[in-house]
């Protein structure tokens, strides 16, 4: 690993001490872990005007076996939360 020196505000060095202490984690694990998911989700490089076409103007796709329960298990797809039963009915 390198070490790197960081300056936080007061407020946010707080927060943050809080949050990984509510994780029981250091703060330097928690910032890392952060600082990990962020990249994740930026992704870094920007897709081209062509590949954004190609995906915009796709043919619809056709699942071959669709679930009847995707709207109620979204978070399960999305988020990997677990499926939610079907509501009864009286």
Same mark, same amino acid.
């Given at each position: 690993?390198?070490?790197?020196?960081?300056? +936080?505000?007061?407020? @946010?060095? &707080?927060?943050?001490?809080?949050?990984? %202490?509510?994780?029981?984690?250091?703060?330097?694990? *928690?910032?890392?872990?952060? +600082?990990?998911?962020? @990249?994740? &989700?930026?992704?870094?490089?920007?897709? %081209?005007?062509?590949?954004?076409?190609?995906?915009? *103007?796709?043919?619809?796709?056709?699942?071959?076996?669709?679930?009847?329960?995707?709207?109620?298990?979204?978070?399960?797809?999305?988020?990997?939360?677990?499926?939610?039963?079907?509501?009864?009915?009286?």
């Amino acid at each position: 690993m390198h070490r790197t020196q960081l300056l +936080l505000p007061p407020d @946010l060095h &707080r927060r943050a001490a809080e949050a990984a %202490s509510a994780r029981r984690m250091s703060l330097g694990s *928690l910032v890392r872990e952060v +600082l990990g998911e962020y @990249l994740a &989700r930026a992704g870094g490089v920007q897709p %081209s005007p062509e590949a954004v076409d190609e995906v915009l *103007l796709a043919e619809p796709y056709e699942d071959p076996d669709p679930d009847p329960e995707l709207s109620t298990n979204v978070d399960h797809y999305l988020y990997g939360a677990p499926r939610r039963r079907p509501r009864r009915r009286r």
